[in-house]
């Protein structure tokens, strides 16, 4: 139990975050209308991407002759880039149509 | 200091700007401004992962920066290419890349042991699993979508069980490994990576068909979940919020599919559509549905007040989506008040008929919920089914037998006649057999629906 506890003082303020993060993401994302449901799904998938900050943290802290590592890293940014590049364009075509039509009318 | 107070305050604009865009995506004037604001945010935390100082660092940045080259070309070039109505094939590759960062992050990690505390271990063997299944289980939903697998030829018999034995053994090679700790070994480790790819494809083979918004919900939600555990790794807020953001919105709806299908998560995980269903296909052996000509319909439709048209995925594979809305501006033009009623699980992904029906720049306030498409049916003339099939199905209300028993379905059946595009009598994907087929209101239209409704442009131009 006292480990239970010492995590629980030590990382207090991790705790509030992800508690608040998670009350924050419920509240925001339930107010989004079923008609942007696709983008929302494709713009969340930008998002994710944000694990290639891991992958760069990953890879400068690597030695330059730790090839393993290195290309291990290298496909993580490959894979987070294309999450994020990928992800923003579609989303932006996505919203794109949607902002045309209201012009019109 | 100062260069450490920039690099916080970039981490933190960048996750205000995830909030901010998501928020901003709660209408559709603003949304395309949301999704620069997060956009921008995301372009802010790299900046700031690359230059942020790190004790030892050797940077390799050369590494990096081509790392990011090639994922920014083939992002951009796929995303530019891709049709719209093969979003869900983009959504979940794009899901499964995602979900594979992840995995590799954890790897690195567990094999290096930078951080051999029980906690951190915890973590990396958590970031590991689920990744580890939302990267295969992505990959699956890509080719189920694709058309390059068939469900039935990759769901093996007692395929729950499976699922389950497979589960649990995972799950239990994790607990070694975790009672390993920084000592474990790398076979257990290799086998435990190869145990959460294989239980990634193996929970997603036995859900198809109309099930798959809900999965696709749920992987989606599983990557933002990966990446949040990725940034307890690193100690990084920005991952673990903007992690935690896609983890909510995908859980979000997975919950809005699940009620929409009035099932339960487990129901749709274990439940195989269409697999039961005893009295699914009695009593229709001998019926006849009624068949209509273009012309007819092309009539029928001129001389409405108003109709309603019901797409589904049919309308997606078909392409039609453009066409429709020919059909749309030539009724329009003749008097006749045109909308769209659109189910929830309509489709292969959440939204899916909204964004096709936007690229045929059909404008959104046309196009009716359940509900409101429900209370406006019975004064509708005129309804076209193209493509969507369990969604308007009487069964889910008056069969206790169908496996779609008591999911909300529109219904059709109310307005004063209902036309059915199909391209021929075989049974949906879900292959549940179709009452309103038979049903003396409805007339079929045989043909793939955008040659059909190709036919009835030209018909109702020389009206």
């Not at chain 1, 799904?41 to 694990?51: L, Q, Y």
């Not at chain 2, 940045?61 to 049709?83: E, F, K, L, N, P």
């Not at chain 2, 790897?107 to 063997?125: D, F, H, K």
Request: proline share 4%.
């Amino acid at each position: 139990m006292d480990t239970i506890y010492q995590f629980f003082n030590e990382n207090l303020l991790l705790i509030y975050l992800l508690i608040f993060t998670i009350i924050l993401g419920f509240e925001v994302i339930s107010k989004v209308p079923t008609v942007l449901h696709t983008p929302l799904m494709s713009g969340a998938n930008a998002i994710s991407g944000v694990v290639i900050i891991g992958a760069i943290l990953l890879i400068r802290q690597a030695e330059p002759d730790d090839y393993l590592t290195l290309s291990l890293g290298f496909l993580g940014v490959v894979l987070g880039m294309v999450n994020v590049a990928g992800g923003f364009a579609v989303t932006d075509r996505m919203l794109e149509m949607f902002k045309k039509k209201k012009a019109k009318k | 200091m100062a260069i450490d107070f920039f690099i916080n305050l970039a981490y933190l604009l960048g996750a205000v700007g995830f909030v901010w865009g998501l928020r901003l995506l709660s209408s559709p004037d603003t949304a395309r401004r949301g999704n620069i604001y997060a956009g921008v945010g995301m372009g802010l935390a790299i900046i700031a992962a690359l230059v942020a100082p790190l004790e030892g660092a050797n940077n390799n940045y050369g590494w990096i920066i081509g790392g990011i080259a090639v994922g920014a070309v083939a992002g951009g070039i796929s995303a530019r290419r891709i049709q719209m109505t093969a979003m869900p094939q983009m959504v979940s590759i794009f899901n499964g890349l995602g979900g594979a960062c992840a995995v590799v992050l954890a790897m690195v990690e567990l094999v290096n042991m930078s951080n051999p505390t029980a906690g951190g271990i915890g973590i990396a063997l958590l970031t590991l699993l689920i990744g580890g299944v939302a990267f295969t289980g992505s990959l699956l939903a890509f080719a189920k979508l694709q058309g390059l697998v068939w469900d039935s030829t990759i769901t093996l018999p007692k395929h729950n069980i499976i699922n389950m034995v497979l589960l649990v053994g995972t799950l239990v090679v994790g607990v070694l490994l975790y009672l390993q700790g920084a000592e474990m070994s790398l076979g257990l480790l290799l086998t435990f990576l190869g145990l959460t790819l294989v239980y990634g494809f193996s929970f997603v083979a036995p859900i198809g068909g109309a099930d798959m918004p809900v999965v696709i919900s749920l992987l989606n939600s599983f990557t933002g979940l990966s990446a949040a555990a990725a940034g307890l790794i690193y100690g990084n807020q920005l991952m673990l919020v903007g992690g935690i953001l896609v983890g909510a919105s995908g859980t979000i709806l997975t919950v809005l599919m699940c009620e929409a299908m009035n099932r339960s998560l487990l129901n749709v995980l274990v439940g195989g559509f269409g697999g039961g269903g005893s009295s699914a296909a009695k009593g229709t052996g001998d019926q006849v549905a009624k068949e209509v000509t273009i012309n007819d319909a092309a009539i029928q439709l001129y001389y409405s007040q108003s109709v309603m048209i019901v797409p589904g995925y049919g309308l997606a594979v078909a392409q039609a989506q453009k066409v429709c809305k020919e059909v749309d501006d030539l009724l329009e033009a003749n008097g006749v008040d045109v909308k769209y009623a659109i189910h929830p699980v309509a489709g292969r992904m959440p939204g899916h008929m909204n964004v096709l029906l936007a690229e045929a720049d059909v404008p959104y306030p046309k196009l009716l919920d359940l509900d409101d498409a429900n209370d406006a049916l019975p004064n509708t003339d005129i309804v076209v089914v193209v493509g969507a099939n369990d969604v308007v199905n009487p069964s889910a209300l008056d069969d206790p037998g169908s496996p779609i028993y008591g999911m909300p379905v529109l219904n059709v059946w109310e307005a004063k006649h209902v036309i059915v595009l199909k391209r021929s009598m075989s049974p949906g994907y879900a292959g549940i057999q179709n009452p309103l087929f038979f049903h003396d209101k409805n007339r079929m239209l045989f043909g793939d629906a955008k040659d059909s409704l190709g036919k009835v442009v030209s018909e109702l131009k020389n009206l």
